[in-house]
């Protein structure tokens, strides 16, 4: 799934912790992935997505631990293919 955003020019940074940070080269779409933070533990949550339109409301997705990996790459996906922030 981060291969998509990387191929896509997304800026992506590893932490020491093994969590990624993603932001689009627009800077309106976040995702993180996070198995090794605290807080994202207490919520049961290992992907968050947020976006933060030009003209409108932000918005954010969590996928938890059990959630399908393609549940949250056809996620990725047709966010990235329709995003226009």
Same mark, same amino acid.
């Given at each position: 799934?981060?291969?998509? =955003?990387?191929?896509?020019g997304w #800026?992506?940074?590893?932490t020491?912790e093994a969590?990624v940070?993603?932001?689009s080269? &627009? $800077?309106?779409?976040?995702?993180?992935? =996070?198995?090794?933070?605290?807080? #994202?533990w207490?919520?049961?949550?290992?992907?968050?997505v947020?976006?933060?339109?030009? &003209? $409108?409301?932000?918005?954010?997705?969590?996928?938890?631990l059990?959630t399908?990996?393609?549940?949250v790459?056809?996620?990725?996906?047709?966010l990235?293919?329709?995003?226009?922030?």
């Amino acid at each position: 799934m981060l291969d998509l =955003l990387d191929a896509l020019g997304w #800026a992506i940074v590893d932490t020491p912790e093994a969590n990624v940070h993603a932001t689009s080269p &627009d $800077g309106c779409v976040y995702v993180g992935w =996070l198995p090794e933070d605290p807080s #994202a533990w207490q919520r049961n949550i290992v992907w968050h997505v947020r976006v933060q339109p030009a &003209d $409108g409301d932000a918005w954010v997705q969590e996928f938890g631990l059990h959630t399908p990996s393609e549940a949250v790459a056809g996620f990725l996906a047709a966010l990235v293919t329709n995003s226009s922030c």
